[in-house]
Each structure stands twice: as structure tokens, then as C-alpha cells.
């Protein structure tokens, strides 16, 4: 065995970091795709031959460790046909393991002289997919009409682009142009990738370098493993709904899950999950076993943070039983896979391990309040797709910590980022008028969660349609922990001259007349701890920026204030507060 010291391992090991943050930030100069280039819908990675994960950093938790799926359908599709300079394509969620039919993942293979050593991955959400209509987030009538199903394809050959294999893809695409920039923008930064890795092996040789990524696998799981030891031994549950699956409107789908922790290994079991559903909200299992995984990463020393690979991924089993929403067979829907039954993911295992280690609580996020409007911009006398997390509330509480205030959409674990109201005018035709917090908005707790948000924008463009197929939580709430107080309900509405037209149903598309005002009230997420709890002085604080009322500071958080000086009146406080704890001792 090659022998190696720390110092190698070490710049080996932050080379290939650096690496995948150099993919990162090629996407963001070179792409024109706001969802790659503002919202940060990226995930990238360096795997090794086998398809084991060799560098993952942060990246949207459905696709965060799901590329081994991608790279083991494009080995047994083309096996020894893998050339230096090719590249290939996918989206297929059921031959390739994908996320949905948007996320497009771009795959190259990396040789080191004539033996392919390593794969590097670089995926994101495209603005169109083709389909039977634009925005992705929609009821289809089967997987076809979903969009345009990519298996594992030859992109690139040799270096060079299969123009034939290209045109197909452009011509079942709305916006051929914009995807003809994106994919270049996304196979250079795989190449870029590859030229870095080489030089890598130029420096140290081949066998240094497989020395060290065995090392690094190795030293991650003693680690992760080392962490696991010290949760307890046991078995915890949780549920999470979602509002409904987009076909059956109002009737929710759930997710359930058991956590059982024992030595050094952590299982959660998904196989109760309610049976695959005939709308747009099942997930695959590479999905589940993603957001599961990202989730829980969450909970290990945040030394550990950047540094996942295989070893991480060892100690952790994902279960899920075929047939159910966490693991739906081939043909099923999955345009909302990671907005809706991969947010209850999510929230399953924060539930789950937030009981089992109490001290590293989590709080349920809100329900995701994504906007989408498809239209046409006079402007240009183009077609446009607004995708915005701009409405998203912030998350949920943390013990010990509030909810992170620009925390952007749930089911992204906060790996999405806020667009300026700025740019999106400048990109689409809306005029933002109102982008702030709201006051009683959020989930309380000794801890409290992020406050929601209000958002309005007028339509400058023409008529359009709102697909809120992404948003979630008109009906359905998080669990907040320990005491603490759940989500808060989203809600939304179109103003239409004197009238004011209620989103009732998320999963419902609207139309949008020139001049109508659309209105997203996003609420918060849950809190951690019993409110009457949370520290007087904080309350005040909060009353003074307007985050809390003075009536929900009394009702709620049991803090009587002055309310033209803010002043706590403490004997009151200590009254109110006493009562409280008394009721709740009975």
C-alpha cells in the first residue's frame, strides 16, 4: 500500500473541495439561468470509478448525494464505450435515478492517461424541459406528457459535440436559445473539473491519490460513525402531510418515518409512507435517500460539514418500500417530488432525530411558497419562466437559536438563495411593490421561528398563468419542538381591479390578467421550546421591530409590555407567566 502523510492527504483533500466550488463558480459567470446563476439550483460533486462520492459539497439535498445513481446508469448503459472527452445527459427518474424531469445532470468521465479514474457531475434545474406545458410544476397525464424523458445519452464524444443528439434535445425545448448557453455554461464546468483533477494527479501520481481518497473515505466514516456512537440507543417516529398530491385536491399525503439508532449506525425506515399516488408528488428512492441523508448531515459535528463522501453515507441505511410515495415504481408522477413529499422527508428526520438528540432541535420549515409565473414579456416578444424563492418564509427555530431570517425554501435546507427584487424586475415583467416581514407571522417558542413574508407584484407583462405546483402548506403545518408552536399556514390572492380573488388550493394554477396584483403571504416556521419561556427582553425586542405584536407578546409569550414605551411590566409578566406553568402542570 502507498504509503501517504497528513500534509498530502490534507491538500488532497481540499484540492478536490476547491475543485467542485471552482464548477460552482464557473455556473454563476457563464450560465444565464436565474435558478443556476441567483438561486443557486446547483448540485456538483467528484465521484470515483465505482460511482463511490469522493467530494460532495453544499448542494440542493434532492441531488446531494443521488449522482452515483446517474453515473452507474450512464456505466451499465455505455460500459466500455467511455471515451476521455465525453460527457453525457440525463434526467430520467426511474432508469437513472433523477429528481425530475427539469434537473438535468450533466456526467463526465475523467482519465488519468488511458484509465478512467474518477467522474465529476454537474446538475441543475433547466428552465424548460418540454412536456405538455412550460413551468415543470404541473398535472400531467402520465410521465410522458411530464416533459422530455433524457436516459443516459452521449452528449459529448471525444471531445466533441454530437450536434445530432443536441438538436433533438433544443428542438422539444421552449427557450432553444437559452439552453443552448446553459449547456455549454454546464459542460464547461465539467471540464473545467477534469483539468483540475489532472493536474491533481500530475502532481502527487496516481497511486498518491488513490491512496488518499481511501484515506479520506476512511477517516470520514470512523468520524461520522464516532458521532453516531454518542446519540442513544432507541427508536423514534414522526409524520409530516403535505396539502394534497396535486390530482386529489384536498386530501393530504403522508410521510412517516422511524428513526432507530443503535451502536454506530442510524436507519430511518420510510416503508409506512402512504402508498404512490396518482399526481405529481412521489419521489423516487434516490431522492428520498438524498434529502434523508442531507437532513441528518445537519445534525453531526459542523466540523464534518464540508467533507462528505462515501464514508459519510456508510453508516446511515435509508429504507423505503416499493410502491410508496418515498419510493414510487416507474411511470409515476414526480414533477413536485422534492417541493412536497421530499419536503416531508425532510421534516420527518428533523422530527425524528430533533427527539432523539433534544439539545440539536430543529424546527419544521413552512410550507414552501415558491412562485411561477409563465408568460410572454413584451418587452422582448419572448417567453419567460419566473421561478422566484423571494416569498419563502425563513426557517424554522433551532434550540438555542431563532429561525435564520433569510433562510429560502424548506425543502433546499437553505442551500437556495433570495433573489434582489431589483434583478427579477430587470429579468421579468413584474414590478415588485411590497417585500417585507409580516408581524404575528411565525412559529413560537422559547425559541421562535423566522417571521413569514408578504410579497406583491403587478403584472406588466401580458396574461399568464401562476403555477404554484412547488408551493405547499395552505393546509398542513410543521411540528414545532418541545413546546414550541407549529408553521404557520401560507396564504395568497390576486387583486383584480375592486376584487379580491383567494388562492384557495396551491396545486391550482391561476390565470393572471395584464395589471392584476398577486399576493403571497408566507408564514413561518415552527418553534422550539414553550413560548411563555422564551427570554421577556427578546419578546420586547421583537414587539419594537414589529415581528410580534403587543396582543400576541401578552397572549402568547405571556410578556406584558407598555405599548407606547415598550417598558416590561414584570410583576404582570410574572403573574401571567406563573399561571401559565401552573395550567400546564396540571
Not at 116 to 128: A, E, I, K, R, S
Not at 290 to 306: E, G, H, Y
Not at 580 to 586: E, N, P, R, S, T
Request: hydrophobic share 40%.
Amino acid at each position: 500500500m502507498t504509503q501517504i502523510d497528513p500534509i498530502t492527504v490534507a491538500t488532497t483533500w481540499h484540492a478536490l473541495q476547491r475543485i467542485c466550488k471552482e464548477m460552482r463558480q464557473t455556473i454563476e459567470r457563464t450560465a444565464t439561468n436565474v435558478l443556476a446563476t441567483t438561486l443557486h439550483d446547483l448540485a456538483y460533486g467528484i465521484w470515483d470509478a465505482k460511482g463511490q462520492a469522493i467530494a460532495i459539497p453544499e448542494g440542493f439535498p434532492c441531488r446531494l448525494v443521488s449522482s452515483s445513481f446517474q453515473i452507474k446508469a450512464v456505466q451499465k448503459q455505455f460500459g466500455d464505450k467511455i471515451y476521455p472527452g465525453d460527457v453525457f445527459l440525463t434526467n430520467h427518474p426511474f432508469d437513472a435515478g433523477a429528481v425530475h424531469l427539469p434537473d438535468w445532470v450533466f456526467v463526465r468521465p475523467i482519465f488519468y492517461g488511458n484509465e478512467l479514474v474518477l467522474f465529476t457531475c454537474m446538475g441543475t434545474h433547466v428552465p424548460d424541459s418540454g412536456g405538455a406545458m412550460p413551468g415543470a410544476y404541473f398535472l400531467a397525464h402520465d410521465s410522458i406528457a411530464e416533459g422530455l424523458n433524457i436516459p443516459p445519452v452521449k452528449l459529448v464524444e471525444r471531445g466533441e459535440v454530437r450536434e445530432d443528439v443536441l438538436g433533438l434535445l433544443l428542438a422539444n425545448n421552449r427557450l432553444p436559445d437559452m439552453m443552448r448557453r446553459e449547456i455549454r455554461s454546464l459542460v464547461g464546468s465539467t471540464a473545467l473539473a477534469e483539468k483540475r483533477a489532472v493536474e491533481l494527479f500530475d502532481r502527487y501520481g496516481r497511486d498518491t491519490v488513490f491512496a488518499c481518497l481511501d484515506e479520506m473515505i476512511r477517516r470520514t466514516e470512523k468520524a461520522v460513525r464516532s458521532e453516531i456512537t454518542k446519540w442513544p440507543d432507541g427508536s423514534w417516529y414522526a409524520e409530516a402531510q403535505t396539502d394534497d398530491d396535486g390530482a386529489e385536491i384536498g386530501k393530504p399525503v403522508t410521510v412517516r418515518c422511524r428513526l432507530t439508532i443503535k451502536g454506530d449506525e442510524a436507519t430511518f425506515d420510510f416503508s409506512d409512507s402512504d402508498e404512490q399516488v396518482k399526481g405529481y408528488a412521489n419521489v423516487g428512492y434516490s431522492v428520498t435517500q438524498s434529502m434523508a441523508l442531507a437532513t441528518a448531515f445537519m445534525f453531526l459535528d459542523p466540523a464534518l460539514a464540508a467533507y462528505h463522501n462515501e464514508g459519510t453515507l456508510r453508516p446511515f441505511n435509508i429504507v423505503a418500500a416499493e410502491g410508496t410515495v418515498t419510493n414510487c415504481r416507474r411511470g409515476s408522477l414526480v414533477a413536485a417530488a422534492p417541493s412536497l413529499v421530499g419536503h416531508k422527508i425532510i421534516e420527518c428526520v428533523l422530527a425524528t432525530l430533533s427527539q432523539a438528540l433534544p439539545q440539536r432541535a430543529l424546527a419544521a420549515y413552512p410550507g414552501p411558497f415558491e412562485l411561477m409565473f409563465l408568460g410572454n414579456d413584451p418587452r422582448t416578444n419572448e417567453f419567460y419562466v419566473y421561478v422566484s424563492f423571494c416569498p419563502d418564509a425563513g426557517a424554522g427555530a433551532v434550540y438555542g437559536h431563532d429561525g435564520y431570517q433569510c433562510f429560502a425554501c424548506g425543502p433546499t435546507l437553505g442551500v437556495a438563495a433570495k433573489a434582489d427584487a431589483e434583478e427579477e424586475m430587470v429579468r421579468f415583467p413584474w414590478r415588485v411593490t411590497r417585500y417585507e416581514f409580516m408581524t404575528d407571522s411565525h412559529g413560537a417558542g422559547k425559541w421562535r421561528s423566522a417571521p413569514g413574508v408578504i410579497w406583491e407584484g403587478v403584472n406588466e407583462g401580458s396574461d399568464c398563468v401562476s403555477n404554484l405546483g412547488p408551493a405547499d402548506g395552505w393546509h398542513t403545518q410543521g411540528q414545532g419542538q418541545q413546546g414550541g408552536s407549529p408553521s404557520v399556514l401560507n396564504k395568497g390572492y390576486i387583486v383584480r381591479g375592486e376584487d379580491h380573488i383567494e388562492i384557495k388550493e396551491p396545486h391550482v394554477g391561476q390565470q393572471l390578467k395584464t395589471g392584476d396584483v398577486f399576493v403571497a403571504k408566507a408564514g413561518g416556521g415552527a418553534g422550539v421550546g414553550r413560548p411563555e419561556e422564551r427570554d421577556p427582553e427578546a419578546v420586547r425586542m421583537d414587539v419594537k421591530n414589529e415581528l410580534v405584536s403587543i396582543e400576541m407578546a401578552r397572549n402568547v409569550y405571556k410578556v406584558v409590555l407598555d405599548p407606547g414605551t415598550f417598558e416590561i411590566y414584570e410583576s404582570a409578566t410574572a403573574k401571567l407567566r406563573a399561571s401559565a406553568a401552573a395550567g400546564q402542570a396540571v
